[in-house]
């Protein structure tokens, strides 16, 4: 067997029949499953194995194995069709086992429902058969179901269909109150001759009854005239005495309780709908009492304390749902990418009142298909996993039923790193152009950063192991998604190793290109794992771990997928849109960035590389962070970068080099790209130099030298240029 899976207890909760988890059992329900269906469902389960936090997954079945969204669509559709095909038929079996007598067989039934519940498993295929990691809540049931009519085709009988004796079935896996262990599952053979038998019998039996009437109708007919006259004219004594006995109880005057009975059975006779009435009020009156929730305020704090335990997920900051593109849907406000079903819920005031908050959340949406699945207590925020169906009204059904909270309500957003950064290899000469623009060798004479300094790069991965950072010293790496130290990176994963070398690579390495602060330490906080996209939560609490590991300088260079359709709107039309959505969102990002500059940690954004105006993402929107625009080597803003409006004179944007950008990329080696991705860490570099020549320079005063010494340039639509020079001797000469 091979692995082909890793999945993380601490990301996915485990299934359990109240004894064992679901995973343990894969030995016996394997077994079962050898011993009652046909071959294409032997290697169905992936095989479990424990390491620690980790749960690895084998198969036997050949062939590159992947989660069948990552098949195109014709292949993808022929798999789902083939996994409800299995699933239909184990669901039959369920069916007769459920509704047998035999202790068992309503066991197994048990366990075959949870094990193949679509909400339980993950769906892996090599491009011909499916392969199952089960026994994990994903909540893919909507993803993997199709209509009858598309996978009938590909349901393969489940039963084995052979006229000799199989081996015993294994017994079920351990579940409380079993009584019946000795029982076997007999097979559908014994099955059908089972109900074969049955039937014969009561047809033989059909036949004794008609018998038997038939012979009792003959034996009355030759009972005799007399006889009959005789029965009825002979008096009972026994039945005179009884008769006598109750005309003298009926001369008796009834009990007061039994008239008053009789004379109510006639009420109820003529009144029975108002009784039926009066009835159904009193059970309306009965259930509000029973079912009316506690209303939180009248709660105390310990009572508060406990139910927030109850109905919060056990881990802060830890994502309990993954994310699927599948889920992905465009705003029609906005034009952003954003998760279908998955709302943001934050208190910015008032934050002492957000465990109370939560409460009363749950209460106002009782029911499972309303989940709490994510919270951070620090910047006071829930996500709220709600049916899709509710989205045009969820926010204002939140509003009206939690009045007493000011709410800051906004959809979960998709971030990408770039979308234009990969571009061939420049292999030209001219690869340090950037450097040359900016001053860099000027400002080197005066520092070349200092180790107190730390700069953190919040972006998909990294690769320490590059000559551009072996001997750097790393501070406190941090990986968001697996939530521990290890940051990586791959062929898949290049963006951030190209980042990070653009602000702080080693210089004097005889190798490619030194970064803008080579001697500043550097903290890795990757928050991607290969795919093309992160989410705002993966966003934010990779600030969060950045300011709580006391980065001086923070380098975003990440942003918000938009539709093509804003690129035909004018700067006017969208800076409506600016002014008129995302206002929650825009709240949450300025008080999470005056956190940051309350701990002196300034943020460098990426301005964006869809040629619109900065500030479509409420991320933007904040002047305690630096917005950075791309320019190409004749100092014009590049064609693909986002641009600003009347920002010539704003501390709060800067242009820097953005087109043909050289630097290190995984596995020792080195590439060109382009975008506001490598014009950032640029400008991020410039900031560690200048705190490095005055540690506790105040971000406001940065951001007020950087404008100060920036050049400007002929493109109205761009911010002063970097002159990181002539920065430094300003700050020296202070």
């Known amino acids: 067997m091979k692995p082909f899976f890793t999945s993380s207890t601490n990301e996915y909760e485990l299934v359990s029949n109240h004894i064992n988890y679901m995973f343990e059992q894969h030995a016996q329900i394997n077994q079962f499953l050898?011993?009652?269906?046909?071959?294409?469902?032997?290697?169905?389960?992936?095989?479990?194995?424990?390491?620690?936090?980790?749960?690895?997954?084998?198969?036997?079945?050949?062939?590159?194995?992947?989660?069948?969204?990552?098949?195109?669509?014709?292949?993808?559709?022929?798999?789902?069709?083939?996994?409800?095909?299995?699933?239909?038929?184990?669901?039959?079996?369920?069916?007769?086992?459920?509704?047998?007598?035999?202790?068992?067989?309503?066991?197994?039934?048990?366990?075959?429902?949870?094990?193949?519940?679509?909400?339980?498993?993950?769906?892996?295929?090599n491009g011909e058969e499916v392969v199952l990691v089960w026994g994990i809540k994903t909540n893919k049931q909507r993803d993997y179901l199709v209509p009858f009519d598309e996978y009938k085709a590909a349901i393969i009988p489940a039963a084995i269909v052979v006229n000799e004796i199989v081996d015993e079935e294994p017994d079920p896996p351990a579940e409380e109150d079993s009584e019946n262990d000795d029982n076997e599952i007999v097979d559908n053979n014994t099955e059908i001759e089972g109900e074969q038998t049955l039937n014969q019998s009561a047809e033989n039996e059909s036949e004794q009854i008609e018998s038997f009437s038939s012979e009792e109708g003959e034996n009355e007919e030759e009972i005799t005239n007399d006889e009959i006259e005789e029965l009825v004219t002979e008096p009972d004594i026994e039945d005179t005495n009884k008769k006598e006995k109750n005309e003298e109880k009926v001369a008796k005057p009834k009990h007061w309780f039994y008239t008053a009975l009789d004379r109510f059975e006639i009420f109820a006779g003529k009144f029975w709908w108002l009784i039926l009435i009066i009835l159904v009020l009193l059970l309306w009156l009965l259930l509000d009492r029973c079912n009316k929730p506690v209303i939180p305020t009248q709660l105390t704090e310990n009572e508060v304390e406990e139910i927030y335990d109850e109905i919060m997920p056990e881990i802060p900051r830890k994502r309990i749902i993954p994310i699927d593109t599948a889920d992905f849907r465009e705003d029609d406000n906005t034009g952003n990418v954003i998760v279908a079903g998955l709302l943001n819920i934050a208190i910015v005031e008032n934050k002492e009142?957000?465990?109370?908050?939560?409460?009363?959340?749950?209460?106002?949406?009782?029911?499972?298909?309303?989940?709490?699945?994510?919270?951070?207590?620090?910047?006071?925020?829930?996500?709220?996993?709600?049916?899709?169906?509710?989205?045009?009204?969820?926010?204002?059904?939140?509003?009206?039923?939690?009045?007493?909270?000011?709410?800051?309500?906004?959809?979960?957003?998709?971030?990408?790193?770039?979308?234009?950064?990969?571009?061939?290899?420049?292999?030209?000469?001219?690869?340090?152009?950037?450097?040359?623009a900016i001053k860099l060798e000027e400002a080197w004479d005066i520092s070349m950063g200092d180790t107190s300094i730390c700069i953190a790069v919040i972006d998909d991965g990294f690769d320490l192991k590059h000559k551009e950072f072996v001997g750097k010293k790393i501070k406190k790496p941090y990986n968001v998604v697996t939530d521990n130290s290890r940051v990586y990176a791959n062929s898949s994963i290049i963006h951030g190793t190209h980042v990070a070398g653009l602000a702080l690579a080693n210089a004097d390495n005889n190798s490619g290109a030194s970064g803008v602060a080579p001697k500043c330490s550097f903290m890795p906080v990757q928050i991607g794992s290969g795919q093309e996209f992160f989410t705002m939560t993966d966003v934010v609490d990779g600030v969060l771990y950045a300011?709580?590991?006391?980065?001086?300088?923070?380098?975003?260079?990440?942003?918000?997928?938009?539709s093509e359709e804003l690129q035909n709107k004018s700067p006017g039309e969208l800076e409506n849109i600016i002014n008129s959505t995302g206002k929650d969102e825009e709240k949450f990002w300025k008080e999470l960035f005056k956190m940051a500059?309350?701990?002196?940690?300034?943020?460098?954004?990426?301005?964006?590389?869809?040629?619109?105006?900065?500030?479509?993402?409420?991320?933007?929107?904040?002047?305690?962070?630096?917005?950075?625009?791309?320019?190409?080597?004749n100092l014009a803003k590049a064609n693909f970068s986002n641009y600003c409006r009347n920002c010539i004179a704003k501390n709060t944007f800067i242009?820097?080099?953005?087109?043909?950008?050289?630097?290190?990329?995984?596995?020792n080696s080195y590439s060109?790209?382009?975008?506001?991705?490598?014009?950032?860490?640029?400008?991020?570099?410039?900031?560690?130099?200048?705190?490095s020549v005055k540690p506790g320079i105040k971000n406001k005063e940065v951001l007020k030298i950087l404008r100060q010494t920036s050049k400007t340039i002929a493109d109205r639509s761009c911010p002063p240029f970097l002159q990181i020079d002539a920065a430094l001797k300003k700050v020296k000469n202070r």
């Open 672 to 691: 060109a790209m382009q975008g506001t991705s490598m014009a950032a860490p640029i400008v991020t570099g410039a900031v560690a130099l200048i705190k």
């Open 597 to 633: 500059d309350q701990k002196n940690t300034l943020i460098v954004l990426a301005g964006g590389n869809e040629d619109l105006l900065i500030g479509l993402d409420p991320m933007q929107r904040s002047d305690e962070v630096l917005k950075v625009v791309a320019v190409d080597k």
């Open 353 to 436: 009142k957000f465990k109370r908050m939560a409460v009363e959340l749950k209460q106002q949406f009782p029911g499972d298909e309303y989940k709490i699945v994510y919270y951070d207590e620090e910047t006071n925020r829930l996500q709220l996993n709600y049916p899709e169906s509710e989205t045009s009204d969820i926010k204002n059904q939140l509003r009206s039923k939690l009045p007493n909270y000011k709410l800051l309500l906004w959809d979960e957003s998709v971030f990408t790193s770039s979308k234009k950064c990969n571009d061939p290899f420049f292999k030209e000469a001219d690869k340090a152009w950037h450097m040359k």
């Open 547 to 562: 300011l709580n590991h006391d980065a001086d300088v923070i380098n975003m260079s990440l942003g918000k997928e938009y």
């Open 34 to 125: 050898k011993s009652n269906f046909q071959e294409p469902y032997h290697h169905l389960l992936a095989k479990p194995e424990r390491a620690g936090s980790a749960i690895n997954w084998y198969t036997d079945i050949p062939g590159e194995i992947k989660r069948v969204e990552d098949f195109p669509i014709e292949a993808r559709t022929k798999l789902l069709n083939i996994f409800n095909a299995r699933k239909h038929e184990i669901e039959a079996t369920c069916l007769r086992f459920g509704n047998s007598d035999d202790f068992d067989k309503q066991l197994w039934a048990n366990i075959l429902k949870s094990a193949f519940n679509p909400d339980n498993l993950f769906l892996f295929s």
């Open 655 to 667: 242009s820097a080099p953005g087109v043909g950008i050289f630097s290190s990329v995984p596995g």
